[in-house]
């Protein structure tokens, strides 16, 4: 049975990052590319998605990947059912990595009404927490974009993730909330100041045991998130890269000393298939020295 106490624990207080495992169909495409698999190595969703899988197994076994620096991981929903020395891929993580499982659970993003996208509707969601519970995932992911700084947008973006933030708690796990902000926008610092308005007025009205995470766009003025990573409910606020370089996601994240990293594209910076195994684990431990070290900066 999974300790969840120890889960929640770790992710509190452990020193390291979590890792972004969960490239979806609309991602995978381009991951495998920088990977050095084209479109045509594979034929079909299933082949892509095989790949891809093929590609996580190799990180999750790499010997720098385990909780000495990397305390949690995110899946995507398809990676449940999959399976590493027979067992599934969150068991694996905990049992033989001491990594913290995640499950991203967003089917995409609405079209862009002021100035941001929502999430799109989560169908059966109720069936699938239950059934990510009963494999020992920790918590959930769920991503929606802020692209400009409109008071009205950034409220939807807010209450939107809200909602779905409290039917995950209802189920047992904790939520990492995602309202990405746009690297690219034209008001980023604005919109930031918005969101962490908006996010700190809706934990302060969470009760004790309504737990969340915050998964953010490394903000341009350092520290601007650092109230609410002292608050009670929060666990942990973490950063994506959202874009930027292992180095540069690394040196931005180095300067706002109450959040930990949460990488995808950093992460995997420089991967490639036909690398030899020593190659592999020598260029994946780069990165998540690299992206351990800015995060207990």
Known sequence: MPDFLKMRDQMEKGAGFIAALDQSGGSTPKALALYGVDANDYDGEDAMFAEIQRMRERIIRAPDFTNTKVIGAILFEKTLNERIDDQSVPEHLWEKRGVVPFLKIDKGLEDEANGVQLLKPIPGLADTLSAAKALGVFGTKERSVINSA????????????????????????????????????????????????????????????????????????????????????????????????????????????????????????????????????????????????????
Do not use: W
Request: aromatic letters at 4%.
């Open 150 to 297: 409109n008071q009205d947008g950034v409220a939807a973006i807010v209450d939107n993730q809200f909602a779905v933030a409290h039917e995950v708690i209802a189920a047992g796990m904790v939520p990492i909330i995602e309202p990405e902000v746009n690297i690219h926008s034209e008001t980023k610092a604005e919109a930031e100041t918005m969101l962490a308005d908006a996010l700190m007025a809706r934990v302060e009205g969470l009760s004790e045991g309504q737990d969340v995470m915050l998964k953010l766009t490394l903000p341009e003025q350092a520290g601007l998130y650092d109230a609410l990573a002292d608050h009670p409910r929060v666990v942990r606020v973490v950063a994506l890269s959202g874009g930027y370089s292992t180095a540069d996601a690394s040196a931005r994240l180095a300067q706002n000393h109450k959040m930990i990293a949460s990488f995808s594209r950093a992460l995997t910076q420089g991967l490639q298939r036909d690398m030899s195994d020593a190659e592999f684990d020598a260029s994946l431990g780069a990165n998540i020295n690299t992206i351990y070290d800015a995060s207990i900066s």
